[in-house]
């Protein structure tokens, strides 16, 4: 701490009386930094906290104050001064009266400085004040650090940095998973609800803090990332007492030391995914005996049954975010009893929860507007197949519909096949069904013949078009011509030349029901 009003005094060197003491507390507030000077208002050239030193050059010595030293303590005040030194001896042989009165009307510390202390003396004791404060601080900071890398070296280094945290800074510190949960904390109960401040929790971007005071607690949030830009949760610590009173360079630090200790690099992260990748499609074909062996070291276990597939699928980005919510955290850590089981399978993130916990996992990968889950009905595992392919379809569905979350078979006309088939997939269907008539067009005048020879004066009409009419209309030739514009014939004919080139029968109901279907999905000619 700098010096304080109370430490000059003490410097019997100094030779300083009190005159007044000011408001309580005042004199144990510590001093910014020393200003002469002989204005009557030089509050443009204070920042706060100064201790003013002037010897009365252009105040009054009457009893009552001129116009322009009416105010001149009330400016002093409101701009944060400590407290005001006057020199006596040389313009004035004591304290002027209305001065006096105005410290005390306004609480302003008050001190008395003789003739023979200079008030180059005063500035150099608070410089020299400044500056052993200083020293004091880098060296606490470095024991500190040294104290926190000797952390790391333990068997828990989580546990060992959060309680030297805590210890270093005076107060308490916890460490949350992604997901919200504590993993680990300096105190079994801490003084502070953190779900009080898991709205301050909100980063957009990796490596963030945040700062907030709340019931008496200055606290420091800083989100912890690892180099590949993972993340691995969050570091708050507390301190009860004024904002400002928590180390928060010291807090900073410790957040950078946490993700060196908890981090893996990167080509084991990879492994692990295609590890949890593999042992997923197991789980998703109902072999859990194969994979049960495994499950604690890449879930820390399997949740109980009964229980739910989810399909999560949507931009990559968001993707892994989603991946890192169901990310179990480093062993070292702790045990998450929410455990879900989880993998990236061809593109999509699969999950296997346990039913109990199925609202809690939804609730946090539906925040993400960029993704949209497809969730199965309840299963054992023998089931797993079955589950899987309802959480497939009912992404799907989600896909088709817009919503972000669709629970297999809630909604009406769910059992219909569209619904069940993923929109691309049938997009794909019709598209390389079609493609054999995808450029063939009749010219209503001459008749069929390729695109490429077709006359750009002449009325072409996509034999595409012509197919999804006669479909449309339950394949009844008279009522297509009368869509279309044409004779019955004419249509039965084109119908007939585009099942040759299609290599289908017009009266095979199998063969109709094909053709409708790829014409619902495919995109040519829309």
Known sequence: MAISLQELVKTTSLKLSVEVTGSPGAFDEPISWVHSTELVDPTAYLDGGELILTTGLQLSAFESPTDRERHYVERLSRVGVRGIGFGTGLHHMSIPHW???????????????????????????????????????????????????????????????????????????AFINPSGKVMESSHAALPLELRGVDDAMGFTALGQAKFLYSRGYDIAIFHVATAQRQSLGYLVAGRFGKKGSLNHPLVSQTAALLSLAVSRNASAERSLERLRAAMMRQCLEGDVSSVREYASDLWDGLPPEPLTVLRITGEQDALESAQEVFEPMHRSLAKNLNVAVSGVVEGDLWAIVSRSNLADWVDQVSHDTRLVTGISSGFVWADAPRARHEAYQAAAEAIASGEAVVRYGQRAGSATLEALIEPSMLRAFGDLRLAPIRDMTFNVSIGPHGGENSDATARLLPAIAVLRAWLTVGCKYEEAGRELGLHRHTVRKYISQICDRLSVDPSNPEHIAELWYACRGSQFDR
């Open 99 to 173: 001065l006096v009165e105005q410290c005390e009307a306004w609480e302003m510390p008050l001190l008395g400085v003789p003739l023979d202390t200079p008030f180059i003396a005063i500035a150099k004791l608070i410089s020299r004040s400044q500056s052993d404060s200083h020293n004091a601080t880098v060296t606490r900071l470095y024991n500190a650090q040294r104290q926190l890398f000797r952390s790391i070296q333990t068997l828990d280094p989580l546990s060992s940095i959060v309680k030297k945290l805590a210890e270093l800074v005076g107060g308490w510190a």
